[in-house]
C-alpha cells in the first residue's frame, strides 16, 4: 500500500485536477459530490461549521465552488506554517442545518451521520465518488506500483465506499490504518477503468503509457525503443476517441449509436491500447483500418455536438 505523501502527490494531483474541472451537472450530482468530499475530506462537521484543510488548492476550490452552488459561501485562508495549507470553512449555522438535511445527514433526532446513505442514481454515485477521491484518494505513481486508495475516519463509511464502487463494477479490498479505514486497488486494469469512472482520461492514458513502456523495458525481445514509440502513437490516439465515446455514454447513451458505431465503441472501451487495424479484426466480419477510422471519426463528431 501507498505510504509516503510525497511519493504519491503528484499523480494524484493531476487525477484531482481533472476531476475538479468536471461540471457536476444536475443539483442531485452537485449534492452528491460535495456530500462525498466532506465526508471524506473535511476535517470537521458540525451544526456551526463545516471546515476542510489541504495543501491542494483544486480540493480547496472544488469546496468553495459547491458551497456556493449550494447556496453557501465558505471562507477561505492561507497559511504557511510547515508547508502551505488551504482552509475553507462555512458558518451559517442555518444554512449548514438546511445543507446537512438535504444531504441527508441528519438523523431522526437531529444528529450528523457520517455515512453515504442510499444513492440511487448512477450518475449520483459516480458524483459522490469524485468527491470523496477528492477528499481523501490517492494513486501511487504508476512508474513505481500500482495502488488506488480512499480513506474514512471510520469504518462504516470506508465499507460505504467499497459498496458503491462494487455497484458500479469495481470490488475494492479494506484495511485499518493509522486510526483510519481504507478502501484499495492494487490492479492496474481496474484503477484504470476506475479513473475513467472518475473522468480522469488524461491520468488513465497515462497510466497506461506507462504500463507499456514498462512491459517493454523488461522484455528486450520486443524491440524496446522502436514498440515504445508506435505503442505511445496508438494510446495518443485512442484519448480523443475513448473521450468522445465515454461523452456519449454519459448523456444519451451507448445504445442510442447505430449498430456499427455501438460495436466499435463498445470494443474501443474494452481494448484501449489496440491499433486501428487490430481493432478491426476483432469485428465481425473483420474491418480494414480505415473503415475503423471511419467509424471512429463518426463517433467524435456526434460526441463533438453534444454540449
Known amino acids: 500500500m501507498p505510504d509516503n505523501e510525497n511519493e504519491k502527490q503528484s499523480f494524484s494531483r493531476k487525477i484531482k485536477r481533472e476531476i475538479y474541472r468536471i461540471d457536476p451537472g444536475e443539483m442531485c450530482c452537485v449534492r452528491s459530490r460535495f456530500k462525498g468530499l466532506v465526508l471524506f475530506g473535511a476535517a470537521s462537521v458540525s451544526m456551526s461549521e463545516i471546515k476542510l484543510v489541504s495543501d491542494n488548492p483544486d480540493v480547496v476550490g472544488c469546496f468553495v465552488e459547491l458551497s456556493r452552488l449550494l447556496g453557501?459561501?465558505?471562507?477561505?485562508?492561507?497559511?504557511?506554517?510547515?508547508?502551505?495549507?488551504?482552509?475553507?470553512?462555512?458558518?451559517?449555522?442555518?444554512?449548514?442545518?438546511?445543507?446537512?438535511?438535504?444531504?441527508?445527514?441528519?438523523?431522526?433526532?437531529?444528529?450528523?451521520?457520517?455515512?453515504?446513505?442510499?444513492?440511487?442514481?448512477?450518475?449520483?454515485?459516480?458524483?459522490?465518488?469524485?468527491?470523496?477521491?477528492?477528499?481523501?484518494?490517492?494513486?501511487?505513481?504508476?512508474?513505481?506500483?500500482?495502488?488506488?486508495?480512499?480513506?474514512?475516519?471510520?469504518?462504516?463509511?470506508?465499507?460505504?465506499?467499497?459498496?458503491?464502487?462494487?455497484?458500479?463494477?469495481f470490488k475494492l479490498q479494506m484495511i485499518a490504518r493509522k486510526k483510519k479505514y481504507v478502501a484499495y486497488v492494487k490492479n492496474s486494469e481496474v484503477i484504470e477503468d476506475i479513473l475513467a469512472l472518475l473522468g480522469a482520461c488524461a491520468s488513465q492514458m497515462e497510466l497506461i503509457n506507462i504500463k507499456i513502456e514498462k512491459e517493454i523495458r523488461n522484455d528486450a525481445n520486443r524491440g524496446a525503443n522502436g514498440e515504445t514509440s508506435n505503442l505511445s502513437r496508438t494510446i495518443n490516439a485512442s484519448v480523443d476517441q475513448i473521450r468522445a465515446i465515454h461523452k456519449i455514454r454519459d448523456t444519451a447513451g451507448l445504445d442510442a449509436l447505430p449498430d456499427d458505431l455501438r460495436e466499435i465503441a463498445r470494443l474501443r472501451l474494452q481494448y484501449k491500447d489496440l491499433s486501428l487495424s487490430e481493432l478491426g479484426k476483432r469485428l465481425n466480419p473483420p474491418l480494414t483500418k480505415s473503415g475503423v477510422n471511419h467509424r471512429l471519426k463518426k463517433i467524435m463528431k456526434l460526441a463533438s455536438g453534444r454540449q
Do not use: H, T, W
Request: proline letters at 2%; glycine letters at 10%.
Open 72 to 169: 453557501i459561501e465558505a471562507d477561505v485562508r492561507q497559511s504557511g506554517n510547515g508547508g502551505v495549507k488551504y482552509s475553507a470553512v462555512v458558518r451559517d449555522s442555518v444554512k449548514i442545518a438546511q445543507l446537512l438535511y438535504d444531504l441527508k445527514m441528519l438523523d431522526e433526532s437531529g444528529g450528523i451521520l457520517m455515512r453515504a446513505g442510499d444513492i440511487n442514481k448512477s450518475c449520483c454515485r459516480r458524483e459522490f465518488l469524485r468527491g470523496a477521491f477528492m477528499g481523501s484518494g490517492a494513486v501511487i505513481d504508476p512508474n513505481k506500483n500500482y495502488a488506488l486508495e480512499i480513506s474514512a475516519p471510520n469504518r462504516e463509511l470506508c465499507a460505504d465506499a467499497a459498496r458503491l464502487f462494487s455497484d458500479l463494477g
